[in-house]
């Protein structure tokens, strides 16, 4: 997969500025303006403003500095920013179809785990790319041959690949350095490296199968649990967050209140009297982040309105959360039908609501703790034909909508965003299909 970052990609880009090697268009007319190659650059920097860092590196203007881009910047550039930024800039939109079908077969590639049919999809549409791309940019000219490096051939070895010997993210080259960085410190013997080094790999392949035998990962871990954040907040009810400081000094406003009540009513079936008169007598508390804590590398979320931000500091504030939603709302008198929906926006607040005592009224039978997340929720536009054809989580939105205060558990994880033109936004997602939560009737799953 580093031949795709480092030289496909780059190929192409070098394509598309008239940089190749020399070569002119030939019969095509793929080749991108300047200005519209610097925009693209201008805004593949500002885009890093509204990415959160969980999700990488910052990248850099590409069309000015291509030279510190490493292969992990090309890789999310590919995957996450060039469709947004390049749709709509080529002169005849095939060679954008194109480029589109490349980031479907290469997300597929990426899949934790792959389907038979998958792969079988992944063998087809290489060799239909690579067809494409000779008509393309080769033009089958034996003067554009340069345009046909190993790394296109090698393109049809990847679903064989696959088939041999499993997904391409146990072998490619990120886990491989790594892995190969971790073993450094067994090497002990300047006399017998490769002694010693295999004895440091023999010995922890069996402490990793005694922690998963006999389920003691906790006792036998040679690093240190990460310490607990000072002046967090977690419960019991709440196993899959925890709540971070800063936390809001003050109580929050009668306006958020009744909306913290709205929320409280429809999950309690309380009347919003009975609701309101409980929340008087309640500690309601606003913080400033959440973090999930089912993953090891769970999302930290923070809220837009509490705390101060670094003038550096990534958007870590848009998330991605689901909902219930009765398909028969507008038919008041047929039983409610609820289906799972994903939402996306940005997260205002973050509540605590604690009663010390039982409130017969709403079903409460002693101490409670309810953590809402009050989200404004973005106003999301048609799926474009050319990104929903190959089944893109890209969806653009112009604007931000009404607010939806929800239990925090439906927080699922954070977006990026990046800039288009006209003053839309595209949101980015990494999560991924496993990470999504199913609807299973009366239990979430995920």
Known sequence: MHLIWENLI??????????????????????????????????????????????????????????????????????????????????????????IQLVRLLTICLQFEILDEEIEEVRVGFIDWVR??????????????????????????????ITFTGP??????????????????????????????DRYVFELAQLTQIKVIYNVGKELALRDPPAEVQGSFSHASYPSCILLPPKSPVRPSESQVRTIAAALSTRSGGTMAQVNAALKAALVEEWGKVRRVDSDEGDTMRSCTVGTIAEDARDATFVRYEMLVDKNARRKKV?????????????????????????PTLDIEGPTTYLFAAIRVCRLKPMPKDLQAQSLDINFYSGLGELDVIDITSVQSLIGRVPTTGGQWATIDRSGGLARAVWAGDQLAR
């Not at 060039?82 to 939109?93: A, K, T, W, Y």
């Open 10 to 99: 780059k190929n192409l880009i070098l394509l598309w500025t008239g940089e190749f090697k020399g070569l002119d268009t030939g019969s095509g007319d793929y080749e991108l303006a300047k200005a519209v190659w610097e925009a693209i650059g201008s805004l593949t920097a500002s885009a890093s403003d509204t990415i959160p860092s969980a999700y990488g590196s910052r990248v850099p203007n590409i069309a000015k500095d291509r030279s510190t881009v490493s292969a992990e910047m090309w890789s999310f550039w590919t995957l996450y920013l060039g469709p947004v930024l390049l749709r709509q800039r080529f002169q005849n939109q095939k060679y954008y179809r194109h480029f």
């Open 132 to 161: 494409v791309y000779e008509e393309m940019y080769f033009q089958h000219d034996p003067e554009r041959l340069s345009t046909c490096p190993l790394t296109i051939h090698a393109l049809l070895h990847v679903a064989p690949s």
């Open 168 to 197: 391409v993210w146990c072998y490619w080259a990120f886990p491989m350095e790594r892995f190969c960085g971790s073993i450094q410190p067994g090497i002990r013997s300047r006399r017998f490296p490769w002694a010693s080094m």
């Open 335 to 359: 039983a409610p039908e609820f289906e799972l929906q994903t939402f996306y926006g940005q997260l205002e607040h973050i509540y605590r609501v604690y009663f010390d005592d039982a409130v």
